[in-house]
């Protein structure tokens, strides 16, 4: 009777543990799809820019195409935290399948539309996408087994999905203007599709985390007390170089393009920017397999992105590959640094996030101000020498 008993009892936890790993697994399937697509409909429309910003016929075209680029950012930096603590509290999942739906809407609008507000407020919706899976996709990632793995594939997909974006934009937009942005589209709304088709067995994994969720009547408080502890003075130092390696990346994307003016072609410049991402998608991949610990991650990314950052004023495709390459390899390590402390998984992922992303807007911003004062070259020098001192940051 006892040996039937047990047998039933153990058949049943191996059911419950089956369903749990391919719910599991469903998860980052649907994770790993949704980043690619993404990452490629924010990217695919920066080529196509200016031609968007005169769709308008708008008179301040100038103005227009900066407001186009920034309307991303801000989204992102406003609901990254955000979307952060609610993740925590209501269940990752539920903000995958809001970034995924954000997306189409996103999508869909620049698609249809040629007004300049609407555009706006989709490049808003796009940014705020962003913000709603970020976040909750790598805290679900930072919970498997052997994360640092899957947090690398899924840095790889992220810069794939970039690269994708902008190679695709460029080449399709000769045959038609928003090609690149169908195509990004199509594919975000199959996983939509799917999304729903599948939501229930998706859904599984996260019944527990909603009952915690629920029973929580410290809602406010506790996000509170969690970012409190997040801005204490022994995380500074991790945050900072979080800022300072994205801010580098962007005020090097931003300027060089003015930098290398008559210097080097249009084609040589797509490249080296290209390699960024590309060696990016690389080492990120690798970099979740070394058996070694983040801090040491970071130190030698940080360490190559610096000397990229330094090169790339003379040898531009040396430079951004050695830049790339190196914020591969420091991303992961941040990404592993932030799961391992002791704290809900969305809010720091979500601090992470916005550090990311505040660097990419306002280092350029900043950088901007002395543009007037000194040279390219001089701006491109302290951008390197600044990064560099996050090596020697204490983590």
């Given at each position: 009777?006892n040996a039937t008993a047990?047998?039933?009892?153990r ?14 697994e ?6 790993y799809?949704?980043a ?15 031609e968007l910003?005169?769709?308008?016929n ?5 103005f227009?195409?900066?407001l186009?680029?920034s309307?991303y950012?801000?989204?992102?930096l ?11 509290r ?7 399948a809001l970034?995924?739906?954000?997306t ?5 609008t ?6 300049l ?8 919706i796009?940014?705020?996408?962003c ?5 909750a996709?790598f805290?679900?990632?930072s ?10 594939e899924?840095t790889f997909?992220?810069?794939a999905g ?5 190679f695709?934009?460029?080449?399709l ?6 090609g690149a942005?169908l ?5 975000t ?10 939501h229930?067995r ?13 029973k ?12 409190k502890k ?7 130092g991790l ?11 962007g ?8 930098y290398?003016l008559?210097?080097i072609?249009?084609t040589q ?5 290209s390699?960024?991402?590309?060696c ?11 058996k070694v610990k983040?801090?040491?991650l970071?130190?030698?990314?940080l ?5 990229g950052?330094l ?15 190196g ?8 990404a592993?640094a932030?799961?391992?402390m ?6 720091a992922m979500?601090?992470f ?15 901007g101000?002395f543009i007037?004062?000194v040279?390219?070259?001089k701006l491109f020098?302290?951008?390197?020498c600044?990064?560099?001192v996050?090596?020697?940051l204490?983590?």
């Open positions: 009777m047990d047998k039933k009892l058949t049943r936890n191996y059911n419950t543990w089956l369903r749990v790993f391919i719910a599991m469903l998860h980052r399937l649907l994770i799809g949704a690619f697509t993404i990452m490629g409909l924010s990217n695919a429309v920066i080529p196509i820019l200016p910003a005169n769709l308008s708008n008179s301040s075209g100038g227009a195409l900066s186009l680029f309307a950012f801000l989204g992102a406003g609901t990254m935290l955000p979307f952060g603590i609610l993740a925590d209501f269940g990752n999942f539920k903000f995958i970034g995924i739906i954000l189409v809407i996103s999508g869909l620049i698609l249809l539309s040629k007004n507000w609407i555009l706006l407020i989709a490049r808003f796009e940014g705020s996408a913000g709603a899976f970020l976040p996709s805290a679900i990632l919970k498997l087994n052997n994360p640092g793995r899957y947090l690398g899924l997909l992220f810069n970039l690269a994708t974006g902008a695709l934009s460029g080449l937009a000769d045959t038609y203007l928003k942005i195509v990004f589209t199509i594919l709304f199959l996983l939509t599709i799917y999304l729903f088709s599948r229930r998706l859904a599984d994994p996260e019944i527990s985390e909603k009952a915690s969720a629920l929580n009547s410290d809602l406010f408080r506790k996000p509170y007390r969690e970012t997040l801005l204490s003075r022994s995380n500074i945050w900072l170089s979080s800022f300072l390696l994205n801010g580098a990346i005020v090097l994307v931003a300027y060089y393009p003015d290398s008559g210097t072609t249009k410049l797509g490249i080296s920017i390699s960024l991402y590309v990016a998608m690389i080492t990120s991949l690798f970099g979740g397999h070394f983040e801090k040491t970071i130190r030698i990314g360490g190559f992105s610096a000397l950052a090169s790339a004023i003379k040898y531009p495709l040396l430079g951004f590959s050695s830049l790339g390459g914020s591969g390899v420091a991303t992961v390590g941040f592993l932030v799961a391992r002791n704290t809900d998984r969305g809010l979500g601090f996030n916005t550090t990311i992303y505040a660097g990419l807007s306002f280092a350029p911003i900043i950088a101000i007037d004062f040279s390219f070259e020098i302290a951008n390197g600044i990064l560099a996050g090596i020697i204490k983590s």
